[in-house]
């Protein structure tokens, strides 16, 4: 089976501290994705990786980074965490052998920022 | 613009009875088309996945359409059970340059009544 893990289930932080959320998988995956779900608007995709050490921006990058130097893990970072990033984060992987691309989804984040 | 558009309310079903959900999608124009379970609190499950080619797919209990002259994809759970009850979401997967991208709707909370 498929495993996603994230670091933390639910975590509370003030406004400007820095936030780290990682994000593991053990299933030898090409493909990380995070994403955050609010309600009402679905998830959206903030950062993607296709390779180690790749990057690519998704529709809602301002105010993330991210980070990838194993395959295996991917790490979401809030520079300076604002009240609007309070927010559900999933973590997501998918393979790139073949062309369709189901992803499998890690438990999520419930980030407060306060 | 692009939308991609699923009902917002709540859909109550009887127990037994074939629950139909809808997903409409306006100025894109995926190579597949994928369904995910999501329970509270918990990631997204994948569940089926539809090519543009096909007009019909089926696993155990559910089934999936696509159609893309209307741009609708309905989802069926036949001889519902309350252990359906859930939030289903759809998401459009635009393959290009070798990489899958989903775009996921806000998804439809199903509540399977005994």
């Known amino acids: 089976d498929v495993k996603v893990t994230q670091s933390s289930r639910y975590l509370v932080k003030r406004t400007g501290e820095k936030v780290f959320l990682e994000c593991v998988q053990d299933?030898?995956?090409?493909?990380m994705f995070w994403y955050r779900q609010d309600p009402g608007l679905g998830l959206r995709l903030i950062y993607f990786?296709?390779?180690?050490?790749?990057?690519e921006k998704g529709d809602i990058p301002e105010g993330y980074s991210v980070s990838r130097e194993k395959k295996e893990r991917f790490s979401l970072i809030l520079e300076s965490a604002s009240t609007n990033q309070t927010s559900m984060y999933l973590c997501?992987?998918?393979?790139?052998?073949?062309?369709?691309?189901?992803?499998?989804f890690g438990p999520g984040t419930r980030l407060t920022v306060t | 613009s692009q939308k991609i558009e699923q009902n917002s309310e709540a859909l109550n079903i009887q127990e037994g009875k074939t629950a139909t959900l809808t997903c409409n999608y306006t100025n894109y124009s995926p190579a597949y088309l994928q369904w995910y379970r999501q329970d509270p609190g918990r990631g997204p499950v994948f569940l089926l996945l539809i090519r543009e080619n096909e007009k019909e797919k089926r696993k155990e209990r559910l089934k999936v359409t696509f159609d893309t002259t209307l741009k609708q994809s309905l989802f069926h759970i036949t001889a519902s059970q309350p252990a359906d009850s859930a939030t289903y979401l759809c998401a459009l997967d635009l393959f290009s340059g070798g990489y899958n991208k989903l775009i996921f709707g806000a998804g439809t909370r199903l509540a399977v009544h005994p």
């Open positions: 990786s296709y390779d180690v050490k790749m990057k």
């Open positions: 299933m030898d995956h090409e493909n």
């Open positions: 997501a992987s998918s393979t790139s052998q073949g062309v369709e691309g189901e992803q499998y």
